[in-house]
């Protein structure tokens, strides 16, 4: 069963720009990306070798140098797969697992845990209840970085699962320009423009433009979707030592068909329900999910000169809601109890970030300091009318699987059918990378955060309070060889858990614990591709249980403690001449206190891999691959609700026609295997898309 969530949420942070390539003048050289101005200690991915953003780590450590995992999700590879959404992204990243609970609300986990922050260039407060909402396009941004584990010192709250952060391009000092246009199965079609380059003629003005279009329907019955993107950003020069950075994003994202919860899997005794066809939706002609977001930002960066520099950011974000949304609770025989609501909600998000950082001297030794605060505020207002007066009625399940339910009038609201509450935190942080000897090295630090909640969330009080909570960090490098290093990391967990409501009413306490993690990294193929062993264990307090009980319309839960532990194994880069690749494997066991296996939709194995081959006797062309694959996981109350392990396997092919054009073909799920999308939800899930096919056209300049 889905409970019924509160409508709105923030993905919070902005992101500007788009992605490009310079024209090369050998159609036999792959084709470049365009590379954005950044600051010298951001990562620059080449690829499919991933180098992380300096402002995914706080501290500005390059992957070698941080004693946990990183993956990066790169422009190149986003690319090659036509990886357009944000979902779509993140199921090639290994460790992390996307969990589409509805047709437009996504859940993701990674290490067995729920991925709550996610974060634009190192700014983010958390998903209310670790939900997004709608597909985030990906045309804005340059790279994924994704960090394993608790993250309590670099992103304000920790948790043992990882932070994603959004990293955004920049603009160019050169002129450069692309058009991506593409159509595929379902009548899917997408046109991308991205223009970048400076303003004046001594580039101390510079500016990038983008917008990117994407409709189409969908596998399953009734649903479509439109995406529009709108976004430019400006850079100014102030001086030497001074960078001021702006810009604006406009993304409206609409879907037709649209679901509440997904197909249910069991009937009311707990009976298998088999569905003939993978497209089956409980989405109805009338139900719909738009919602529009408006991002604005500006970040100034000043140079001390001497290694030290400063940067302040600010950003607000704007969202609007609108849906139109039926739920099926229960079935028996032919009679389906369901739950139908309109609902609007507005909410408006601040965040800022001031951080100072730079070397300093101390026993003879040159170290590292990055120091700051932070703080964020969102305030969202929702106001739901309902089909019934009850909430709940029924009506004919044969007639939802067709289509046909009327449009119920949406007449009943009361006073617990809205929502009006603020979070905000407040936190100051800092950090130090000690070289203690010349190959071994000490990460040490802290931050103390205040949260507080104020305000009602249908019906129950939204009220917390947390201040002064301290969470610590550690971690210890040691460089074995140039090439390769060992390292281990401890840090406590700390995360409030907005939005959920516990069996005594009230919001559920924060997740706390503890995390600990050691691993090994190194690189071969003259530094062109990286290797990744690491080992983790957790435990987490205090966390959302699949259990609840219904009060009227709302869903309180119990909550669970947990042990879980794995292993994460990962290659980036390019592992031969002219082959490259992204591949990972995960291993996680997750106990709750009685030492039983819990979170079985989580999979105990999982695969991801992608690589791309350009042909060394015919240099224009490009092949490759993406496979997925993943162990079974099944309900952990009802073993009936299971789903076998699998494997999907796409194929693409791309040719340079000249420096100027290119095209490619995507085939998807080649060999069009049937899968449920996820078990998150407990009883409830869709089929995920069949074969199909994509076919592109590119320009660059």
């Known amino acids: 069963m889905i409970p019924r969530l509160p409508a709105s949420f923030i993905l919070a942070g902005v992101v500007t720009a788009m992605s490009a390539a310079n024209a090369a003048d050998d159609v036999t050289l792959p084709a470049m990306q365009i590379q954005d101005t950044a600051a010298p200690d951001d990562g620059q991915s080449v690829g499919y070798q991933g180098r992380p953003s300096s402002s995914t780590t706080k501290l500005g450590l390059t992957n070698k140098q941080t004693p946990q995992a990183i993956t990066t999700i790169t422009r190149a590879q986003m690319n090659d797969f036509k990886m357009n959404g944000v979902k779509d992204a993140l199921r090639s990243a290994p460790s992390v697992t996307v969990e589409q609970s509805e047709s437009d609300r996504t859940e993701f986990t990674s290490r067995g845990f729920d991925i709550g922050s996610f974060e634009y260039d190192g700014m983010g407060m ?10 985030l396009d990906m045309a ?84 479509s979707h439109e995406k529009n993107v709108a976004a430019g950003l400006l850079a100014f ?41 993978r497209s089956s939706n409980v989405g109805q002609p009338w139900t719909y999910w738009n919602m529009h977001t408006q991002r604005a930002f500006a970040e100034w960066k000043h140079d001390f000169g001497n290694g030290w520099n400063a940067t302040l950011t600010g950003t607000g974000i704007t969202e609007y ?31 800022g970030e001031a951080k100072v950082s730079g070397p300093f001297s101390l026993f003879g030794r040159d170290h590292e300091l990055t120091f700051g605060a932070a703080y964020g505020r969102t305030h969202q207002k929702a106001r739901e009318y ?41 936190s100051l942080f800092a950090g130090a990378r000690f070289s203690l000897a010349d190959d071994l090295h000490w990460i040490a630090g802290a931050r103390m955060l205040s949260a507080d909640g104020t305000g009602e969330s249908y019906g ?47 919001v559920l306490a924060p997740l706390e614990g503890k995390s600990l993690e050691a691993g090994v990294k190194g690189s071969v193929m003259d530094d062109r591709l990286n290797l990744t062993a690491a080992v983790f264990k957790t435990k987490q307090s205090n966390v959302q249980s699949a259990d609840f009980i219904e009060v009227g319309s709302q869903f309180r839960y119990f909550t669970d403690d947990y042990k879980s532990h794995g292993i994460e194994l990962e290659a980036s880069g390019e592992a031969l001449p002219g082959l490259d690749l992204l591949a990972g494997y995960t291993y996680v066991h997750i106990e709750n206190d009685d030492g039983d296996k819990s979170r079985r939709y989580v999979p105990t194995h999982a695969f991801r891999g992608m690589a791309s081959y350009r042909l ?38 791309s040719y340079d026609i000249d420096s100027n054009w290119s095209t490619a073909l995507n085939f998807n799920n080649v060999t069009d295997r049937k899968y449920l999308t996820s078990l998150y939800s407990g009883t409830a899930s869709n089929y995920g898309a069949p074969r199909n096919l994509t076919a592109s056209l590119t320009w660059r300049y």
């Open 237 to 277: 020069d102030l001086s030497d030592a001074d960078t001021l950075t702006v810009g604006f994003t406009q993304h409206n994202s609409d879907s037709n068909g649209s679901t509440w919860g997904n197909l249910p899997l069991v009937d009311i005794n707990n009976n298998p329900i088999h569905y003939s066809s």
């Open 126 to 135: 958390p998903f209310a209840q670790t939900i997004m909402i709608g597909d």
């Open 386 to 426: 309902d089909a019934a007066e009850t909430g709940y009625f029924n009506t004919s399940f044969a007639g939802i699987l067709g289509g046909i339910t009327p449009t119920p009038q949406f007449d009943y609201t009361r006073d617990t059918n809205t929502q009006n509450f603020e979070d905000r935190q407040k």
């Open 321 to 351: 809601q609108d849906t139109n949304m039926l739920y099926v609770s229960s079935v028996t025989d032919d009679d389906a109890s369901v739950f139908a609501a309109h609902t609007t909600s507005k909410a408006h998000q601040l965040l």
């Open 460 to 506: 129950t009080d939204h009220s917390q309070r947390e201040h002064g909570k301290v969470t610590p960090y550690t971690g210890l490098v040691y460089d074995l060889t140039p090439q390769w290093s060992v390292y281990t990391s401890w840090t406590q967990i700390f995360n409030p858990q907005y939005g959920t409501v516990g069996v005594d009413g009230k």
């Open 616 to 653: 060394p006797s015919l240099p224009q062309a490009r092949i490759g691959t993406r496979v997925s694959w993943q162990s079974g996981i099944q309900n952990d109350n009802y073993s009936v609700i299971r789903q076998n392990a699998y494997a999907l396997v796409d194929l693409m092919t």
């Open 140 to 223: 804005e941004f340059e790279q994924i970085d994704v960090l394993h584990g608790a993250n309590g010192l670099m992103s304000g709250t920790g948790n043992p699962s990882a932070t994603v952060n959004f990293i955004r391009k920049r603009p160019t000092r050169d002129f450069q320009a692309q058009i991506d246009t593409s159509v595929g199965s379902w009548d899917n079609r997408r046109i991308d423009v991205d223009v970048a380059g400076p303003l004046t003629d001594t580039g101390n003005v510079r500016g990038r433009f983008i917008y990117a279009h994407d409709k189409g329907n969908s596998w399953m019955d009734r649903y």
